[in-house]
């Protein structure tokens, strides 16, 4: 397995990537995203719009170099299923059905980042912070 353990960096690049496309996205169309989390019924839309940037930016950038990515994912994975429900909750229409799948997936895959981590190629296993399940599920 000492081969592929390059496997979990290709992941965060895979799951981390969109997302801090989906934030520069965001900061560059300020006005029209505002705008849709307004039109959407979200109390002070400005406010929903820097959570969503600092998520999607911030956490994606975390991601990708594999720093605290057991918090980064979580918090990621809970924006997900959030975003989901609320931006695509309109399952009569295909596109909106395929996005809130979208999310639910990428939920689902930053979870799998919750549990078994960084990998070897991150800043987390530079520093000491890898805790191998392993090793816990045996002691069980």
């Known amino acids: 397995m000492e081969r592929f353990k390059f496997l979990p960096l290709l992941g965060r ?3 981390g990537a969109p ?3 989906s934030g520069l996205g965001k900061l560059a169309a300020y006005s029209a995203t505002v705008g849709y989390i307004a039109a959407m019924g979200l109390p002070v839309p400005p406010l929903a719009f820097l959570v969503s940037v600092l998520i999607e930016l911030g956490g994606g950038l975390l991601l990708l170099s594999g720093y605290r990515v057991r ?3 979580v918090v990621m994975a809970v924006f997900c299923v959030v975003t989901a ?3 695509h909750h309109n399952f009569a229409d295909q596109n909106q059905m395929i996005n809130f799948l979208k999310n639910v997936m990428m939920a ?3 979870l799998q980042i919750t549990w078994f981590g960084a990998g070897a190629f991150s800043l987390d296993a530079r520093l ?3 805790v191998l399940r392993a090793s816990s599920l045996k002691a069980s």
Do not use: H, T
């Open 71 to 73: 918090l980064v994912s």
């Open 19 to 21: 997302f801090v496309m």
């Open 85 to 87: 429900l609320v931006f």
């Open 13 to 15: 690049i895979l799951i």
């Open 108 to 110: 689902g895959g930053l």
């Open 128 to 130: 000491g912070r890898i």
